[in-house]
């Protein structure tokens, strides 16, 4: 791929990434699209009182019998562009929740807990437990990828003047919804779009305009264009 003057290599297994070790994904081609496809392979649901295995492309989990109930986690968002991040769940009655070792919620009645925390950019571990008259429970792993490097776009070939039909890869540097227009007007939300990687077959005199959204929800800085010429069909 052509992007700021350079040529990269594409990795389409990583722009296909959907963050579950249960599946492989690649950028089929001839489907023109990402393709996520079932593998057996080791995951976790960051729960130290399961066991986990892949079937079917999901992450399965079985409880360990006797193991101190941990704490259940809300769902949040991950990639975000947001610093303030919230940490909430639910706990055993009476006992405290341990965020990194450090009591972060201390012992009381409720079962529902928050924690307001500030990331950091890059991905965020924590490890947390619920802890009940001193006895710890199996940690629970929370990652969040805090994310404000907007994402860019190239093609390649990256414009110019072709004798004949040319096909042309595009891609983000990341997992990314791409907007683009093939008629020169501003790419916006409501634009044609694909996920990451497209190829595209140009005929006659083109000019390709894309702008990405990764899925931290930073906008790509500027719209980038690409100018096509086909002689032949002079």
Partial sequence: LCRDGACEPFDGSALCDDDNACTVDVFDQRANRCEHRPVNAECSDGNGCTENRCEAGVCLAERINGCIEPPAIDEYTTPTNLGAFVLAGT????????????????????ERWEANINLVPGENVFRVRSVDM???????????????????????????????????????????????????????????????????????????RFRALDDAGNWQDDIVSYDFEITSER
């Fill in 91 to 110: 706990k055993p009655a009476g006992a405290a929740i341990e965020i990194d070792g450090q009591v972060a919620i201390p012992e009381s009645p409720e």
């Fill in 134 to 208: 001193g006895t710890r429970s199996a940690e629970v792993v929370v990652r969040v990828v805090y994310d404000i490097t907007p994402p860019t776009v190239g093609a390649s070939p990256g414009g110019g003047v072709f004798l004949n039909p040319v096909s042309v890869t595009v891609a983000a540097s990341e997992g990314a919804t791409v907007y683009y227009t093939d008629d020169g007007g501003t790419p916006d939300q409501w634009s044609k779009s694909f996920r990451s990687a497209k190829q595209f077959r140009i005929f006659h005199g083109t000019q390709l």
